[in-house]
């Protein structure tokens, strides 16, 4: 089926977001070759000079090079961190939370007692049982995140894989939506830079003190629950990039 063009944002921008789209979730890999301006004028029915628009705004971002006798090629791309914004959008998009070339291990599983500040960020009593979560992602063999997630223990019967060590391909927003129907419908993130604990240097293998990205994330319901609370640290000089519409 031929993509649509649709209303309200331009068309070169919806263009240029589903070719972002692409090459950030590994349809479209580095040194492949993105469609020329033909194709795109041709499978989204627009006119040459839009299509032009478009690879020369993916050129100026640094996600696409031209190469004589070859054509429009995806570039390398420096490395990246990913939030938990760009993961849920992910899973949005592909069914999937991690981009290709992700994985993760989960390390621990458990009901443990909720401390003061996870009891205040999921909004339970002092001493509760919570589900905790640990995990570590990785991009091929490198550590590049560790992350700790933690949901209400009321969850345990109706989610139980949530107390398994085996990863979720879909996701904890997804697998919590598919059996407790519990959607996720807003996020809320805090970044900041800090030095790395002695437990973040042994997950990611950097040396004790050195700069790491720390943050935290709410995922809430319809209702304003929240369905999960993370925190999590990665390694620093990973661009995170965000994008955002700007209107009157």
Not at 14 to 22: G, M
Not at 118 to 142: F, H, K, N
């Amino acid at each position: 089926m031929s993509p649509k063009v649709e209303r309200p944002l331009p068309p070169y921008l919806q263009i240029l977001q589903a070719i972002r789209s692409q090459i950030a979730d590994g349809v479209l890999r580095e040194g492949e070759p993105v469609p020329s301006e033909r194709q795109i004028s041709s499978d989204w029915g627009v006119s040459r000079a839009t299509a032009t628009k478009v690879l020369a705004a993916l050129r100026s971002e640094g996600l696409v090079q031209s190469v004589q006798g070859v054509g429009t090629i995806v570039s390398p791309q420096p490395p990246v961190g990913t939030s938990a914004q760009d993961r849920f959008t992910t899973m949005r998009r592909t069914g999937r939370i991690y981009a290709p070339g992700e994985h993760a291990k989960i390390v621990t599983a458990t009901l443990v007692e909720a401390s003061e500040a996870i009891a205040s960020a999921l909004g339970v009593e002092l001493g509760a049982p919570v589900i905790e979560r640990q995990r570590v992602t990785y991009q091929g063999d490198d550590a590049v995140s560790a992350s700790h997630s933690w949901f209400d223990g009321a969850l345990a019967d109706d989610a139980p894989k949530l107390l398994l060590t085996e990863r979720l391909v879909e996701g904890t927003p997804g697998y919590i939506q598919s059996t407790t129907g519990r959607t996720a419908c807003r996020g809320r993130d805090q970044v900041t830079g800090r030095a790395a604990t002695q437990v973040d240097a042994e997950r990611l293998g950097v040396p004790e003190g050195a700069p790491v990205r720390a943050g935290r994330n709410w995922l809430y319901d319809t209702e304003g629950g929240v369905i999960e609370y993370g925190e999590s640290v990665s390694l620093a000089g990973r661009w995170a990039s965000y994008e955002y519409d700007i209107s009157n």
